[in-house]
């Protein structure tokens, strides 16, 4: 079946220590389709969600000690900084669960043109992550219609500004 119009929102999944590749990539992405970029981070540590607002914050998996006000807030602003002298469009929303599920959603309610999503980047914590949450690349495609783009963001790769 054919839709009339095709989707020119991009949805991409951010975090705290992802490079800023990923966040330019999928302006970019957005910008070539002359549409609008949606950023969302899947916040672990909301449990309980009622009304859109988190009940409890588990300390144990929030991210490096912040508090998820905290860290929303300030991942806000690092994409406010990357996406400053950018022209698209943009938003910006933390939402609870996995990162995978908290994707899916937000690709199905944007009804999304594609997914943009970071490797994995090196080290133990990230390879803790993927264990308990699942490796998201893999999820997203087994659950996902839509095109998921993956940027490198290994310590050699090249970081845009």
């Avoid at 975090?15 to 969302?40: E, F, H, S, W, Y």
């Avoid at 406010?80 to 990162?99: K, M, N």
């Amino acid at each position: 079946m054919k839709r009339e119009t095709e989707s020119t929102t991009v949805v991409c999944g951010v975090m705290p220590a992802q490079r800023d590749v990923v966040m330019v990539t999928a302006a970019d992405i957005a910008r070539r389709i002359g549409g609008n970029l949606v950023l969302v981070y899947a916040d672990q540590s909301m449990q309980g969600v009622q009304g859109g607002a988190a009940s409890t914050i588990d300390p144990d998996i929030a991210d490096d000690g912040m508090k998820a006000g905290e860290l929303a807030r300030s991942l806000a602003e690092r994409a406010a900084r990357v996406l400053a002298h950018d022209e698209i469009s943009w938003s910006f929303a933390v939402e609870p669960g996995t990162p995978a599920q908290v994707l899916s959603h937000a690709a199905e309610r944007e009804d999304a043109a594609c997914i943009v999503i970071g490797s994995r980047e090196p080290g133990l914590k990230a390879v803790v992550r993927e264990v308990v949450s699942g490796k998201v690349s893999q999820a997203l495609s087994q659950s996902q219609h839509r095109p998921i783009v993956i940027v490198p963001q290994h310590s050699d790769s090249r970081e845009m500004q």
